[in-house]
């Protein structure tokens, strides 16, 4: 893992343009954890990564690093071998740069790997006095390089477009929710204010038939008193009466 790690820093370092020490001093620690624990394909992979990143600097080292790896990555071995007929070249080993530029030229897809090939071949024919024919590559070089520059400039305008239209849809759809979370609230506060005024209008009502329950109870409760006392009254008289009748007879 930790060479893993090392390696992805190294990478992104190298990406981000720091310093030369700090990219090698990573992918060589990763390099060497690989080898301690036995994980040759990434060893040999960081290998290469490191050729790639001396090249120019330090040719012997850079090719003695690819060479390493050479043999363990058939498929991409056009893509070293253009780094290891630069290196040679650099280091006037033009026969073994010859060797390596075949292998690489052979290799007739358009990638960005065979611009380090083509330059190479121009640097061998250079030394050589064939500037015609040196000439022809490094115009060829340029060429590629232009195409793929163009190429990648599509690429990043075609992510751009990409972005500007995710952006666009996550602004409108954050607006979205923003109305409808708005909507929203107001629908709550409506029906808040809606239910608050049938509760208001209930409790009202509710007091109103409490008060005319209790007035009427009243009503009845004086009524049956108004009446009772007309009663006793009545029996009152016709006793007063009886009795006054028995005075009198």
Same mark, same amino acid.
């Given at each position: 893992?930790?060479?893993?790690?090392?390696?992805?820093?190294?990478? /992104?370092?190298?990406?981000?343009?720091?310093?030369?020490?700090?990219?090698?001093?990573?992918?060589?620690?990763?390099?060497?954890?690989?080898?301690?624990? !036995?994980?040759?394909?990434?060893?040999?992979?960081?290998?290469?990564?490191?050729?790639?990143?001396?090249?120019?600097?330090?040719?012997?080292?850079?090719?003695?690093?690819?060479?390493?790896?050479?043999?363990?990555?058939?498929?991409?071995?056009?893509?070293? =071998?253009?780094?290891?007929?630069?290196?040679?070249?650099?280091?006037?080993?033009?026969?073994?740069?010859?060797?390596?530029?075949?292998?690489?030229?052979?290799?007739?897809?358009?990638?960005?790997?065979?611009?380090?090939?083509?330059?190479?071949?121009?640097?061998?024919?250079?030394?050589? !006095?064939?500037?015609?024919?040196?000439?022809?590559?490094?115009?060829?070089?340029?060429?590629?390089?232009?195409?793929?520059?163009?190429?990648? /400039?599509?690429?990043?305008?075609?992510?751009?477009?990409?972005?500007?239209?995710?952006?666009?849809?996550?602004?409108?759809?954050?607006?979205?929710?923003?109305?409808?979370?708005? /909507? =929203?609230?107001?629908?709550?506060?409506?029906?808040?204010?809606?239910?608050?005024?049938?509760?208001?209008?209930?409790?009202?009502?509710?007091?109103?038939?409490?008060?005319?329950?209790?007035?009427?109870?009243?009503?009845?409760?004086?009524?049956?008193?108004?009446?009772?006392?007309?009663?006793?009254?009545?029996?009152?008289?016709?006793?007063?009466?009886?009795?006054?009748?028995?005075?009198?007879?």
């Amino acid at each position: 893992r930790k060479a893993y790690a090392y390696r992805e820093i190294g990478n /992104m370092y190298k990406q981000l343009n720091y310093p030369f020490d700090s990219v090698f001093h990573c992918l060589n620690l990763a390099a060497k954890l690989s080898n301690e624990v !036995g994980d040759s394909l990434n060893y040999y992979d960081i290998l290469i990564s490191l050729g790639r990143l001396l090249l120019e600097r330090d040719n012997y080292r850079s090719k003695e690093y690819i060479l390493k790896a050479y043999e363990h990555f058939p498929i991409s071995k056009p893509y070293n =071998a253009a780094y290891l007929a630069k290196a040679y070249s650099g280091l006037n080993m033009q026969d073994s740069a010859l060797y390596y530029l075949r292998i690489s030229l052979a290799d007739t897809s358009n990638t960005p790997y065979r611009i380090i090939g083509l330059h190479a071949a121009a640097l061998i024919f250079k030394s050589k !006095g064939d500037y015609k024919a040196a000439y022809y590559y490094l115009d060829k070089a340029h060429t590629l390089r232009d195409s793929t520059y163009q190429q990648n /400039m599509r690429s990043q305008l075609y992510r751009i477009d990409r972005q500007y239209d995710v952006a666009q849809k996550e602004h409108e759809n954050a607006r979205l929710k923003i109305y409808n979370r708005n /909507m =929203a609230i107001w629908i709550a506060l409506l029906m808040i204010a809606g239910l608050t005024t049938v509760i208001v209008f209930l409790l009202i009502n509710n007091q109103h038939k409490k008060k005319h329950a209790r007035d009427a109870t009243e009503r009845q409760r004086l009524k049956y008193e108004s009446e009772t006392t007309q009663i006793r009254n009545a029996q009152k008289r016709a006793l007063l009466d009886v009795r006054l009748h028995n005075k009198i007879d």
